[in-house]
């Protein structure tokens, strides 16, 4: 592992843990393309302007499949060093059988099923010595829900961990590190206002990082941000 900079592709990045991770890897010197759903200004937008072009801005919903080619070609030619989605939303929080059709549909399909579809039109871009992760969740642990709660999130991350093992599986010839990353207790629609700020930290002089309140990792050896070697050993989600 080298904490080499590179150049990052950060789906969902407008706030919480995609402004935090863009915010992090601009002020180690990697250029970041962020993405953010619509053309309203959020913090993503400040961040650019104090980012001295470190970080670009392009707009993608990445339920829609042809924003996500778009988003290819415009991309084409270019080396994506890290490929990182991390866009979720996280629905009611009512039993499964309260859920309206419409709303379990929305919530699979942004959370499980597109992340899935960003990777497979935009996987050319990333070397074999890159990075492919996505924001994942200890609430898609099946062995984990002692409480309950949340039952379509949960659903929607245990569906996202099983398909990207099996994308493992399917492709284990590819020397690309895969990550699953569950970023811990913060400040999101989920996690509420009295959860740690989701700010990334580092230790002097090391190039490890962590969420404030520590990082699992599936798919990989590593759950650091950084360029990795060719290679890192892979190892199943923790959804059972």
Known sequence: MTDTAGTALVVGASRALGLALTEELAARDWTVIATTRGGRRTGLHDLAER???????ETLDMTDADQIADLGRRLAG?????????????GDNVPASEVPVEEFATVMVTNALSPMRVIAALEHLVPPTGTIGVMSSRQGS??????GGNDVYRASKAALNQLMRSRAAR?????????????????????????PSPSLTASPGSSTSSWP??????????????????????RSAQSA
């Open 51 to 57: 980012a001295h072009g470190r970080v670009e801005i």
């Open 78 to 90: 270019r080396g994506i060093d890290l490929l990182f989605i991390n866009g979720a939303i996280a």
């Open 142 to 147: 099946i062995s984990l829900n002692t409480n």
């Open 171 to 195: 492709h284990s010839d590819d020397p690309r590190t895969l990550l699953l990353i569950h970023p811990g207790h913060v400040q999101t629609d989920l996690g509420g206002a009295g959860a």
């Open 213 to 234: 309140t520590g990082t699992t990792a599936a798919c990989t050896s590593s759950p650091t941000p950084t360029r990795p070697s060719r290679g890192n050993t892979r």
